[in-house]
Every structure is written in structure tokens, then in C-alpha cells.
């Protein structure tokens, strides 16, 4: 596991409690975002991010997406299909790579991402 994305309809609420809970710290939002986007860190180290849920989300419950490292991501994609589950985000390029998102065979999702790694 490398990252964890929180989509919550209260971003400050939410920085707080987990700030407060384990001691993260959340950059502050870039001015404008609508999203209002927080990067989080742990120990001074990236580990995840929080962003308001906007009107396409609202009827979806806040929720974490766990994304899990691999080195090969459309060998993982690949067997994704192959063990049952469903690609739901195809490729996206990112800053720091590339990542999917996916469901397992029980509809689960989570993120598949390749490329850099904060240490």
C-alpha cells in the first residue's frame, strides 16, 4: 500500500480529526480549488491526500481509496481481469507516474500505481 485518497464532504473537519487522531499534517489547499485538496503527511513523508466530494459524489458516503505499488502496471491491470475484477479508471498519467482504479471480484475498489515512490 502507497497512498490513500479520502473523498469527504467536510475537508477541514476531516484534517482535523485525523490530524488530532495520528498526528498527520495536511498541506493547505491551493486558493480556488474547488476541491480543496490536501496532501497528507506522515512523519514528513507524502502518504495520501483528502478533497471535498463535489456534486457528481454527493451520493456516494466519504470513503478512503487504498492504491497499492507495483512495478509493471498493465501487467497488474491485465490480471485484474484475469482474477475477476473490473478496471473502472483505465491508465491516467500522473506527476509521478501512472495509476488505475479497479474493483476486485466482491466490487471493492482501489488504485494501481506505478512510478515514483516517496522513500
Not at 474547488?34 to 456516494?60: C, F, L, W
Not at 505499488?69 to 491491470?77: K, Q, R, S
Not at 483505465?90 to 466490487?107: E, N
Request: aromatic share 10%; net charge negative; hydrophobic share 35%.
Amino acid at each position: 500500500m502507497c497512498w490513500n485518497d479520502l473523498g469527504t464532504k467536510e475537508v477541514d473537519s476531516a484534517a482535523e480529526f485525523y490530524g488530532e487522531l495520528f498526528g498527520w499534517t495536511m498541506d493547505d489547499p491551493v486558493e480556488g480549488d474547488p476541491t480543496q485538496h490536501r496532501t497528507i503527511r506522515n512523519g514528513g513523508k507524502e502518504n495520501g491526500s483528502m478533497y471535498q466530494q463535489g456534486e457528481v459524489d454527493s451520493a456516494v458516503p466519504p470513503n478512503w481509496l487504498p492504491y497499492f505499488a507495483t512495478a509493471d502496471l498493465e501487467a497488474a491491470i491485465a490480471k485484474v481481469g484475469e482474477l475477476g475484477g473490473q478496471v473502472i479508471v483505465p491508465t491516467l498519467d500522473v506527476p509521478a507516474g501512472k495509476l488505475a482504479v479497479a474493483t476486485d471480484p466482491q466490487g471493492a475498489p482501489f488504485g494501481i500505481f506505478s512510478g515514483e515512490l516517496d522513500p
